[in-house]
Nanobody, 129 residues
Framework: QVQLVESGGGSVQAGGSLRVSCAASGFTSSTYYMGWFRQAPGKEREGVAAIWPGGGITFYADSVKGRFTISQDNAKKTLYLQMNNLKPEDTAMYYC??????????????????????WGQGTQVTVSS
């Protein structure tokens, strides 16, 4: 049974940092591409960052480039999102996801949620001004 469990969310002031984690089980994480998505109240879920299997190629939404870093530890089966210089507009529920629907890549379309098979329950990140 595939499970993705996020942790590490919390409240921080603008300019601060947080690292959220996603523990994966039930599948071979090194063969799936992985992504982080977020959804703020009243808004659609959007792709934040994605990583192609092997960890060498990553993609980011323009709004987080230079501030967020996605990485994974295959030995620990854990996906990370390091978030620096956080802004109030980063406030959202953050979800990790794993996908295998895309037959080719890497490609920036990995930021599209429709390409992902499995989702975690989310972890809340709140940034105050």
């Amino acid at each position: 049974q595939v499970q993705l469990v996020e942790s590490g969310g919390g409240s921080v002031q603008a300019g601060g940092s947080l690292r959220v984690s996603c523990a994966a089980s039930g599948f071979t994480s090194s063969t799936y591409y992985m992504g982080w998505f977020r959804q703020a109240p009243g808004k659609e879920r959007e792709g934040v960052a994605a990583i192609w299997p092997g960890g060498g190629i990553t993609f980011y939404a323009d709004s987080v480039k230079g501030r967020f870093t996605i990485s994974q530890d295959n030995a620990k089966k854990t996906l990370y999102l390091q978030m620096n210089n956080l802004k109030p507009e980063d406030t959202a529920m953050y979800y990790c996801a794993a996908g295998s629907r895309l037959a080719y890549g890497p490609t920036p379309i990995l930021l599209h949620q429709s390409l992902y098979n499995y989702w975690g329950q989310g972890t809340q990140v709140t940034v105050s001004s």
